[in-house]
């Protein structure tokens, strides 16, 4: 028996941990076993409703009884039965749906925003791959990307294209949650097992796109690109923004381009508990650019980490006669091999008490001080942050 089209080596390739997994995260709840099958009842349009998992893939019947699953779960859900075993097929996979809406035929994409589109969502993946990796969130990834970050992209994969606009899905494979033998088989919620790295990136991702979309809404309206920095706790980033210009057509590279708007769908494996609603993020066409410019804002806005300044403190002022206060610092970088180098700049430091002080008796003894930290331009003037190292020489 096939169930609407779907052939019986389909059917016999279907996990019943994984059809239990995806039962449990649309609210069935398991009750007991019929031979060698599971119980499984949801209150649906005010009655109960009860289907029945073969749990022995081994049965003579095994493929007629999932087939009766799906044909029973798709009446009930109102799809079509091959759309229900997809999802079933995939439960061990986190899925993120990428639609673009190109002017061409639909199901079709140019060769070159084709082209943009698969790196783009590589790239994607990447950012938030490395955002889940990083102890701190940044502007900027670095280019030497994480060990972890690049193993989990080369385990990631496309799937096939979906009908409609041309959609791409990438495929996020998770592991097992758990070792045979669960202490709780009819009580799967009780077993909790730290989430997988996958499942993060995932994660991650999600609110990272949310967020993004948010900081481009808010950026097109104020003609301020303020909102993307503070959307880097979130999760966005100089490389995620530059990704989801890149599904909208746009890479820089081309500033006539006309791109094209997009959407991020999520569909989430139900092997580990569903941290968020399937839902789906649109960008219209008009911020893909905003996207880039938000990009490059944070480029130009990522500290430069680890730099030594030397120069004269020329203003102080804190609000109270004790505490932090801020020091402006008129000096030059120093290199390694100790040689101070460029122009002489403004640079704004933010000094805890013993170093505000010690700054305040350098300013009168008209002494340098030498101040390690992250450097950041900040429209016409410096700050550094981030102190690693204080002292007056």
Request: with cysteine.
């Amino acid at each position: 028996m096939t169930a609407g089209g779907v052939p019986e080596h389909d059917l016999a390739r279907l996990r019943p941990d994984d059809v239990a997994g995806y039962l449990r995260s649309r609210g069935w709840s398991p009750g007991g076993r019929v031979r060698y099958s599971r119980r499984y009842e949801l209150e649906w349009s005010g009655q109960r409703r009860r289907v029945l998992l073969p749990l022995d893939r081994e049965l003579a019947d095994y493929t007629d009884r999932m087939a009766d699953l799906i044909r029973a779960l798709a009446a009930l859900e109102g799809r079509p039965e091959t759309a229900v075993h997809q999802d079933l097929a995939l439960t061990g996979l986190d899925v993120q749906y990428i639609r673009t809406q190109p002017k061409t035929p639909s199901g079709t994409i140019p060769v070159q925003d084709g082209v943009l589109a698969m790196t783009s969502a590589r790239d994607l993946l990447m950012a938030a791959a490395c955002t889940t990796v990083a102890d701190e969130r940044r502007l900027v990834h670095p280019r030497r990307k994480p060990q972890r970050a690049k193993d989990f992209v080369a385990g990631a994969r496309f799937g096939p294209t979906s009908p409609g606009s041309y959609i791409l899905s990438v495929q996020v494979p998770l592991p097992e949650p758990g070792s045979d033998g669960s202490l709780f088989e009819d009580r799967p919620e009780l077993d909790v097992a730290p989430e997988p790295f996958a499942r993060k990136v995932s994660r991650t991702l999600f609110e990272a796109v949310a967020a993004a979309r948010d900081a481009a809404e808010e950026a097109d309206l104020t003609d301020d690109s303020v909102s993307f920095a503070e959307g880097v706790g979130r999760g966005v980033s100089a490389d995620l923004c530059e990704a989801l210009a890149g599904l909208g057509g746009h890479d820089g590279r081309d500033a006539q381009a006309h791109g094209h708007g997009f959407s991020v769908g999520f569909a989430w494996s139900p092997r580990w508990p569903v941290p968020f609603d399937s839902a789906r993020t649109d960008f219209p066409r008009h911020l893909a650019p905003v996207l880039l410019a938000g990009a490059q804002d944070l480029r130009r806005n990522e500290p430069e980490r680890g730099v030594v300044i030397v120069g004269r403190p020329t203003r102080l002022k804190r609000e109270a006669d004790f505490g932090p206060g801020d020091v402006t610092v008129v000096g030059r970088l120093m290199k390694e091999n100790g040689d101070l180098v460029g122009q002489q700049r403004q640079i704004h430091v933010r000094l805890e008490e013993h170093e505000y002080n010690r700054a305040t008796d350098a300013h009168r003894d008209v002494r340098d001080l030498r101040i390690e930290g992250d450097l950041t331009l900040r429209g016409t003037y410096h700050e550094l942050s981030g102190l690693t190292f204080f002292d007056v020489l």
